[in-house]
């Protein structure tokens, strides 16, 4: 699985930068930034837990107002419950590499996208206040995502943006059959009967992007 990664990173930049030197329509880009994320049916709300995030891209003009882009990701999801008044604690990290692509509309100095993405967990980690938790829930190895962003271009070169991200499909399945309702992004008794198929992640970047 780490070589996988290693040639398909080794292939981005060798693509990047065969396009960029070769074709005006064909952009690469470098982002940076922090998720912020969360896990439904866990009982625990809010997007508390916090991770990194990296990727190198590329974009492509299809209009004026029109472009295409993929990138390969590196993402940090998880959930976490800091220790308050019952004195338990709750950590989860899950590691990701995302492939997604988005569609993207500009105006002005704003750039709006959406798509989808193929996500590969790397490995994943699970902690409580006595340490991992056993027996280990395995997570499925893909995830599928929607993807939302919109970027502000600071300059030609630089942008800063937002990005918004929620499993399509479970990413592992519930410990047993009761599933705790969501604080966050409910609406209505569909959404809940959709979130007791299994756990679902949803995340916030924040990120600045690079244009080569």
């Known amino acids: 699985m780490y070589n996988l990664i ?8 060798l693509f990047i930068a ?11 880009f470098a982002e940076v930034g922090m998720t912020s994320s ?10 508390g837990q916090f991770g990194g995030y990296a990727s190198l891209g590329l974009r492509s ?23 308050n008044a019952d004195f338990t604690t ?23 996208g959406s798509g989808l993405g193929v996500n590969y967990r790397i490995n994943h980690r699970e902690r409580s206040m006595f340490g991992d ?12 995502s929607f993807h939302f962003m919109i970027e502000y271009a600071l300059n030609e070169n630089f942008h800063l943006g937002i990005g918004y991200q929620n499993s399509l499909l479970p990413v592992r399945d519930h410990a047993s059959t009761q ?12 959404h809940n009967n959709l979130l007791n198929k299994g756990q679902y992640f949803t995340s916030l970047q924040l990120r600045g992007t690079y244009l080569f």
Not at 91 to 102: A, D, M, Q, S
């Open 38 to 47: 969360q896990i439904s049916g866990d009982g625990f709300y809010g997007f």
């Open 6 to 13: 290693k040639i398909n990173f080794l292939l981005v930049l």
């Open 61 to 83: 003009q299809l209009s004026e107002k029109w472009t295409i882009s993929g990138r390969l990701a590196l993402n940090q999801k998880g959930a976490r419950k800091y220790q």
């Open 133 to 144: 938790i056993s027996p280990e829930r395995i997570f499925k190895q893909a995830e599928f």
């Open 90 to 112: 709750y950590r989860l990290r899950v590691n990701y590499v995302e492939i997604p692509l988005l569609l993207h509309y500009s105006f002005q100095q704003w750039v709006l």
């Open 18 to 28: 065969e396009m960029s030197n070769s074709q005006r329509m064909f952009q690469g």
């Open 179 to 190: 599933v705790f309702a969501p604080n966050n992004f409910v609406l209505g008794d569909w």
